[in-house]
């Protein structure tokens, strides 16, 4: 166990931390290296690995070894709105998904969700959604992706503000910031199937699929985007 903290994969580190903090389990009473949990914690880069320190603060308080110091963090965001980079956008700019299964095309709410859009614009102009994959597909749910390293973990070097609205989760469709609580968005973003009221509040709208609905129900894990264009 030792040996995975002092990896720097965080997806190793991320499931030991959780086996010593599980209290069902006894991993506390074979393992007590809160040395290598600290330096775990040292290694970290923030805010991509927020989420990794604080799974590895609460190994070290299942240890005995809580102090303020580890104790988990709020990143609170670091990408803040740019009014002047949303001023070539309208309230009919759509962006198309092109995946391998077909094209996705989505309204991007400019007005409902400012900095989740001119996040979400600065990234596909960059060309950082093309080929990355669909991580994560739940049925009569979502599909997730934006993933830098495929898997779903880490976020990118910064995070964006969480932008809560009156909008509802109230049909499928709806294309929602992926979030680790608020103000943790980054790069990575879901299409719900359907209803999902209990997202409401909770995860930023910041989009809606105006065709291709029949793309998203065929996406599997593993398939990938090509392509992000910006129609402004």
């Known amino acids: 166990m030792s040996n995975a903290l002092k990896s720097k994969d965080i997806g190793l580190i991320r499931t030991v931390s959780g086996l010593i903090s599980n209290t069902d389990s006894d991993f ?3 393992f007590n290296d809160t040395l290598a949990i600290q330096e775990a914690l040292n290694n970290l880069q923030f805010p991509r690995d927020n989420r990794t320190y604080n799974a590895l603060a609460n190994a070290l308080d299942s240890l005995g070894a809580f102090n303020p110091v580890t104790s988990p963090k709020d990143p609170g965001y670091s990408h803040p709105l740019v009014l002047s980079r949303l001023s070539a956008l309208t309230d009919s700019s759509t962006a ?3 995946t391998n299964k077909g094209n ?3 309204e991007l709410f400019r007005t409902e969700a400012p900095g989740s859009v001119q996040n979400f614009v600065e990234l ?4 950082f ?3 990355k994959i669909f991580h994560r597909v ?3 749910f979502v599909v997730q992706t934006g993933s830098h390293r495929g898997d779903g973990l880490g976020l990118s070097d910064y995070t964006i503000r969480s932008e809560f609205s009156q909008l509802s989760y109230d049909e499928g469709g709806y294309v929602g910031m992926a979030s680790a609580g608020k103000d943790t968005e980054s790069a990575q973003f879901f299409i719900t199937h359907t209803a999902t009221l209990h997202l409401d509040g909770k995860y930023t709208i910041f989009g809606k699929v105006i065709e291709g609905m029949d793309i998203v129900n065929a996406i599997d894990i593993g398939d990938q985007i090509i392509d992000v264009n910006i129609l402004f």
């Not at 596909?124 to 060309?127: G, L, V």
């Open 28 to 30: 506390t009473t074979i």
């Open 138 to 140: 739940v049925p009569n």
């Open 96 to 98: 198309i998904i092109q």
């Open 104 to 106: 996705i095309i989505i």
């Open 129 to 131: 959604y093309d080929d």
């Open 124 to 127: 596909a102009t960059s060309n």
